[in-house]
């Protein structure tokens, strides 16, 4: 059955549409002061306006940046940031879910989607390094929360596993060196204290993360998948 593109854009996507409406009506109000009060200096009054409109259009222009976060298709799941993206095909995930850690015996679900992938080869080579330096530095919380709520005693320190530069080679023996065996290495350790290899943030969508995983997990189930390594 072919599914429909899904476009994932999170909440914060109408702040650069409101922000330009605000800016306009304050313009509006600025010239109105500005017609109807002689003693006001036109100049400054009209520097001072271009100066708010200029602004408030680069900012509006920065959030809108930021509006497309996902893109769902009958063949992949792909990310879209300013720094580069990711894409993955649904016959390359194995397991899509909301990780979680204990804590006081029970286990509680982080604020994170989490997919496990069956070949980290496809994901390593389409990433691009800003982004994957990006993730290496903003999912260290997330690195540092499981590590210290685990169930199991971990071999590693964390200080090792958080910046782990050795190279990485895969199940084919294809090697990573640098930023990309980083950002693999970090993969590998949260599969084993989280179950996943590639983490979204719930501020990136648009609707509570079990809609969203029931979302992925209907495109998953219709995809044709190979067996699992």
Known sequence: MVRKRELIYPPHQRLGKYFTIAVILLAIVVLAFIVTIPQVKTLPALMGLVLIASLGIYISKVVDEHRLSFSLSDMHIQHHTRKGGWSVKWSDIREIGVPSVS???????LPWIGIRLNNYEPFLDGISFRLASQIIMEQRGLLLSAYRRAEEPINSKLEDMMFDDKPYVTASGKVYKGLIAMLANRMSYTRELLGYDVFVSEDLLDRPLN???GLTRRYLASADK???E
Not at 103 to 109: C, L, R
Request: net charge negative; aromatic share 16%; hydrophobic share 30%.
């Open 103 to 109: 804590q006081d015996g029970w286990h509680q679900p």
């Open 211 to 213: 809609d969203f995983v």
């Open 226 to 228: 190979p067996p699992a």
